[in-house]
Nanobody, 120 residues
């Protein structure tokens, strides 16, 4: 069993910053990618940023220059640093991991989601 646990969401004023964390635990053989998606009310879940096992990164156009994804391999943890936050960044942020467990095939795993609200 593999679990992803997120932390770090909350209420922040426009222009402020937040750092989200996501720790993967359980019977993990290897992690291929980890990333962050977000879903605003009434909208689809969209990819925000992703990082591969080799450290390559991807950012959605809407967050480029304002967001940095990083990881700590020893802790199986991925971070999302968000700066210059805008009200449009308000959403539930979900951690995703494409992970090979000790038993079974590669699968996509999801965290429970953490709310980020940008408002004055």
């Amino acid at each position: 069993q593999v679990q992803l646990v997120e932390s770090g969401g909350g209420l922040v004023q426009p222009g402020g910053s937040l750092r989200l964390s996501c720790a993967a635990s359980g019977m993990i053989f290897s992690i291929y990618t980890m990333g962050w998606y977000r879903q605003a009310p009434g909208k689809q879940r969209d990819l925000v940023a992703q990082i591969t096992s080799s450290g390559s990164t991807y950012y959605a156009d809407s967050v480029k220059g304002r967001v940095t994804i990083s990881k700590d391999n020893a802790r199986n943890t991925v971070y999302l640093r968000m700066d210059s936050l805008e009200p449009e960044d308000t959403a539930v942020y979900y951690c995703n991991g494409r992970i090979k467990p000790l038993a079974g095939p590669v699968n996509d795993y999801w965290g429970q989601g953490t709310q980020v609200t940008v408002s004055s």
